[in-house]
């Protein structure tokens, strides 16, 4: 009897008994290694002794290991931290809110919005790139880009919040999210096709998505954007547990239905749209580590799950990271092939021999 | 059966049924006998008319091309063009016949062209290159895009409408090239690659060849495909002799470069997002470089044109290259530092030795490099040489390179 009530305790409430405790230690541990590992792995053979003298007190004889510790591997973990975290977290928020276990970051068109604006920079380059407004204004090259992404993720995120705001229903929404993300990508699958083929492989390799591109400068722009939005996730945890019990019930409990889905759609707009435009977009990660989480953690309680998602996120990403960059070879795969053909089997796994997928 | 040959037939079996009609006695015996006499009498005619046009032609010899062949059969031609894979070569051959010949026996599974074209659709700048190159500039009556070009005279064909756009290849428009009907559609393409886009215009009886000439292993055997365009136009007199100048010329430079005491280092490309495309050790790329006396460090990668490198594999090289070539559209040092800052800290970054191949850039934004560059492999060389050792060419000025700053 008593252990009934400590699980109920656990799931409904999220209390964390000593086996959570013990797979939180456990992530963390090997959030670590993994991030060591990510540093110290790579194209290029590097000693450990030397990296580890290069990560704490950045000098070493030979110049090109500090450039790629520094220049390359560093930002790429960050990185690979805050595409885990922001990614897992907005596709946990999504699936809630619809209450849909196949809804993700992108399935409010957010990432096609981004790849919008994307795509009219890279395809029309010569027209767009040269306009005399935006060579005022002195931006080029990356941050170009991932201006132009964001702005793309924006506008889409506007009309789905001026959308949701006059319909109450969130299956419907779910349905005009799906729509909005069909038109935009064939509006850019119409550029492609009267494109020239070398702007197409250059957008086609952003499609891939890449942690790479990030260098240090997009970092601190990048891990602000993050830290905002996984604030207002937490902050919006106990509005997504009343959620989760129906929005009637929410109601009930005195909760402004709509007020609290604008806060979750623009928390997850940030953080699928911010990385998005620095990374590409990456699949998968969104949708599997939710489930990862409720399976591993058995809890719907998102006070538990918000943190337990940037962790599993977190070291998937790493993993990832990892096995793409194929240490030892002189090529690196694109992250978007790896996530979904190491995550998969992982996600499959983990749901199938618990059998405990809740929370819908 | 070609076109031509089932006409021929059409026309005897109408004369036979008409001669049937008015004398019935005689017909039967008579007809047969003229209609089995009048196909040799016809094809008597047209070797006759073949031999005196095969006496124009040189027959030319292909000494550093691997992707084709030509093999001369009586007043016939036959083009092969190969696909080396790791086992083995796959052939797709094409019966060059001069014009109003009929086809000869045995070839049902070859397309037939007929020589000298007169009509060609080009679907990339290097099929305006090779016609020039065979001072044949009028034959371009299609193009896949009308900006890109650089020759004078096709230029000048365009202003006059006498060239059609036909669209790039996969949204081709079928309608404009079935109206211009052109003799033959050069199109750039992986000889492995299957023909189905095409299938449609081969359907219509025009005949497609896809030239690989980017997989050569040389800069002089992706230049020698103009011979291809000179058993075309029967111009194989013409074209030799021009190539034999360009390759005693690229010869002599390249000893010239090998024979440099010093390598320079040299990387090449834009890499994006982390990934970097760098031609092997059997592109023709990398023959340049060592032919123009630099030091490549993927010389010895065997594969088939670029691989994908992580820039961490490349970044220690870069950060101690001495020059840097073909930064793509990049044109300025402020765009390579706007698109990743990383880069500022390459050598030839700081010490302003990045070079582009942007200088023949014409209004339209066409660039001569990928026209009259590929056949041109000796200036490109010195180009390279002139770079990489200015003391050996004192006095030559750069064609299609320009610093960047």
């Excluded at chain 1, 290991?65 to 999504?94: D, H």
């Excluded at chain 2, 008579?30 to 009498?41: D, E, T």
């Excluded at chain 2, 070569?89 to 009929?102: E, K, S």
């Excluded at chain 2, 030799?240 to 002599?252: G, L, M």
Aim: hydrophobic letters at 45%; charged letters at 15%.
């Amino acid at each position: 009897m008593k252990d009934k009530i400590q699980l109920y305790d656990e799931y409904v409430n999220g209390a964390i008994g000593p086996v959570k405790k013990f797979i939180i230690g456990f992530l963390i541990l090997f959030i670590l290694v993994f991030f060591m590992l990510d540093i110290a792995l790579g194209s290029v053979a590097i000693p450990f002794k030397e990296i580890v003298k290069i990560f704490f007190s950045s000098g070493s004889d030979n110049e090109a290991w500090i450039y790629i510790v520094e220049k390359i591997r560093i930002p790429k973990a960050i990185t690979a931290v805050l595409v885990g975290c922001g990614l897992s977290v907005s596709g946990l928020q999504m699936q809630t809110l619809f209450r849909n276990p196949l809804a993700g970051p992108s399935v409010l068109g957010i990432t096609a919005g981004a790849s919008l604006g994307v795509a009219l920079i890279m395809l029309s380059a010569g027209s767009i790139t040269s306009l005399y407004t935006i060579q005022a204004l002195g931006i080029s090259g990356s941050w170009l880009i991932i201006l132009a992404s964001s702005a793309g993720a924006a506008l889409i995120m506007m009309i789905i919040v001026a959308i949701s705001s006059a319909l109450r229903d969130n299956i419907i929404m779910l349905i005009v999210g799906v729509m909005i993300a069909n038109i935009t990508l064939s509006i850019i699958s119409i550029w492609q096709y009267f494109s020239a083929p070398e702007q197409i492989k250059e957008y086609l390799l952003w499609t891939f998505g890449s942690l790479g591109g990030v260098t240090e400068h997009h970092l601190q722009v990048l891990a602000i954007v993050i830290v905002i939005g996984l604030f207002i996730s937490f902050a919006s945890s106990k509005l997504l547990d009343a959620l989760l019990l129906g929005e009637n019930y929410a109601r009930s409990m005195g909760l402004t239905v709509n007020r609290a889905r604008i806060l979750i759609i623009c928390s997850t707009s940030i953080l699928a749209g911010s990385i998005t435009a620095f990374c590409g977009p990456i699949g998968f990660i969104g949708i599997a580590v939710p489930h990862l989480a409720r399976s591993l953690f058995n809890t719907s309680n998102h006070r538990i799950l918000i943190p337990g998602c940037c962790l599993i996120g977190t070291a998937l990403m790493l993993v990832c990271d990892i096995v793409s960059q194929m240490p030892g070879s002189q090529t690196a795969l694109p992250i978007n092939i790896i996530t979904a053909l190491i995550g998969s089997p992982v996600v499959i796994w983990v749901i199938v021999s618990r059998n405990n997928l809740r929370g819908f | 059966m070609t076109e031509k040959s089932r006409n021929s037939n059409q026309a005897c079996r109408k004369w036979f049924s008409h001669a049937c009609s008015h004398i019935v006695i005689l017909g039967i015996i008579l007809s047969i006998g003229i209609y089995s006499c009048q196909q040799p009498k016809t094809q008597q005619h047209f070797t006759e008319k073949a031999k005196s046009s095969a006496r124009h032609f040189v027959k030319t010899t292909i000494k550093y091309a691997k992707g084709f062949d030509i093999k001369y059969v009586g007043d016939y031609k036959i083009v092969q063009i190969l696909n080396h894979s790791a086992q083995k070569t796959d052939t797709t051959q094409f019966v060059l016949i001069q014009r109003g010949n009929p086809a000869p026996a045995g070839f049902k599974k070859s397309q037939i062209i007929e020589i000298p074209v007169k009509k060609l659709i080009g679907m990339s700048s290097l099929q305006i290159a090779m016609a020039d190159f065979a001072e044949s500039p009028d034959i371009i009556t299609g193009l896949n895009s009308l900006m890109y070009v650089n020759s004078p005279a096709v230029r000048k064909n365009i202003k006059a409408g006498k060239v059609k756009e036909v669209g790039e290849e996969g949204s081709i428009n079928t309608e404009v090239i079935i109206s211009v009907h052109p003799d033959l559609i050069m199109a750039m393409g992986n000889p492995s690659a299957s023909l189905s886009r095409y299938q449609t215009i081969e359907n219509a009886g025009i005949p497609v060849l896809l030239i690989s000439e980017w997989l050569e292993s040389t800069p002089l055997g992706r230049a020698e495909w103009v011979k291809l365009m000179a058993a075309l136009l029967n111009k194989e007199e013409l074209v030799d002799r021009k190539f034999a100048v360009i390759e005693k010329e690229y010869n002599r430079l390249a000893e010239l470069g090998r024979k440099a005491g010093d390598k320079p280092l040299v990387i090449i490309g834009m890499p994006y997002k982390g990934s970097w495309f760098v031609p092997d050790g059997t592109s023709f790329m990398a023959r340049f470089f060592k032919d123009a006396g630099a030091d490549y460090s993927w010389a010895d990668i065997k594969g088939t044109g670029s691989m994908p490198l992580s820039f961490e594999s490349i970044a220690p090289i870069a950060l101690k290259a001495d020059y840097w070539v073909n930064t793509g559209t990049v044109n300025t040092k402020a765009e390579i530092a706007a698109a990743d800052e990383r880069y500022t800290y390459f050598k030839p970054f700081k010490n302003n030795t990045i070079y582009n191949f942007n200088k023949r850039i014409n209004d339209l934004g066409s660039n001569d490099y990928w026209e009259s560059g590929v056949v041109n492999p000796h200036l490109v060389l010195s180009d390279f040489i002139k770079i990489m050792h200015p003391e050996l060419l004192p006095s030559y000025e750069l064609v299609y390179y320009k610093k960047i700053l």
